[in-house]
């Protein structure tokens, strides 16, 4: 896969085969987020369930010209137990994804968290930003551009094995992690490039299996062929990673909306880490970004009961 409408296509084809994956939405009035629902269901990618307030649901349905026959709203008007329903629909199996509505972040991930309804694994919840650029021959992901503030290497050690399934959906066999830096070789007084040096061990120790790690790399590197040539880099992930793991949510955040708007790349985002996919789009994201989110849990999804 190198292009959003081949993820879109591949939820079309899994929905029409073993039937739509379920995504389930808290405190689903919102119009943003009823209009991401309406592109996902014309789509015919997943079938919602609508936890919230069902009043406010409907009328903003009308507003967005979304067909409510078929779609299952379950009537809740506190957000925090709308949180709760929707998360305990997929910890029960009765859904395949969460989906974020019109409620703050922390109360959703506060109920994904919960012990005794939530989706806890151990592993520290992280974003994936999967990017699709015209100047690069494949699908990358940005990790963690919007979650983990400063992870150390032990948190990073997380990021990386949380990004390595969807990786795979994606079709990387054997995904490559660039750990990004703002140099490539390591520096006592740079954190970051110790905590590369550190991952790198990790892989060669076997505490890190089913990826290749490489770093410290600066951004060039990892995406150009050419400039690593140049500076005599060799390694198997040189301008060519399939993970680009940043130091932190600042250089995250900052390629992210680089990325975004300057050089006007297609996009989606979700949250992993936990048993099921988790889709957090932002008022900011267009339509279509909302939509490859949706498309791209969906595969994430699928890949994991594969």
């Keep these: 896969m190198i292009k959003f409408d081949e993820i879109i296509k591949y939820a079309q084809d899994y929905a029409n085969a073993m039937g739509p994956k379920k995504i389930a939405v808290a405190n689903a009035q919102d119009e943003d987020v009823l209009k991401a629902i309406k592109e996902a269901v014309n789509e015919n990618i997943c079938k919602p369930i609508l936890v919230g307030d069902a009043d406010k649901i409907t009328e903003l349905a009308e507003t967005v010209e979304l067909d409510l026959n078929n779609i299952d709203i379950i009537d809740e008007k506190d957000g925090n137990e709308a949180c709760r329903k929707a998360v305990e629909l997929v910890s029960s199996g009765k859904a395949d994804i969460v989906m974020k509505g019109l409620i703050d972040t922390s109360i959703i991930l506060k109920a994904v968290l919960d012990k005794e309804i939530g989706l806890r694994t151990g592993n520290v919840l992280s ?33 990386i094995e949380n990004t390595l399934t969807l990786s795979r959906a994606l079709g990387a066999q054997l995904p490559k992690v660039a750990v990004i830096c703002a140099k490539e070789k390591v520096n006592p007084k740079m954190p ?38 140049v500076k005599g880099i060799k390694g198997e992930a040189a301008g060519d990673a399939d993970i680009l793991l ?51 849990s969906v595969l994430c999804s699928s890949f994991k009961g594969e």
Excluded: W
Aim: some cysteine; hydrophobic content about 45%; charged content about 25%.
């Design 246 to 296: 940043m130091p932190d949510i600042e250089a995250g955040n900052v390629l992210y909306k680089a990325l975004t708007y300057l050089a006007n790349a297609e996009n989606a985002g979700i949250i992993l880490g936990a048993k099921a996919p988790i889709v957090l789009t932002s008022r900011a994201d267009s339509d279509k970004a909302k939509l490859n989110s949706i498309a791209l």
């Design 192 to 229: 970051a490039t110790l905590d590369a040096q550190e991952l790198v061990q990790m892989q060669k120790d076997g505490k890190i299996t089913g990826c290749i790690i490489e770093g410290p790399y600066a951004l060039d590197n990892a995406i150009s062929k050419e400039a690593a040539e």
């Design 127 to 159: 974003h994936a930003a999967v990017f699709s650029v015209d100047t690069y021959h494949k699908f990358f992901i940005v990790t963690d551009a919007a979650m983990s503030i400063a992870p150390d290497a032990e948190e990073k050690r997380q990021i």
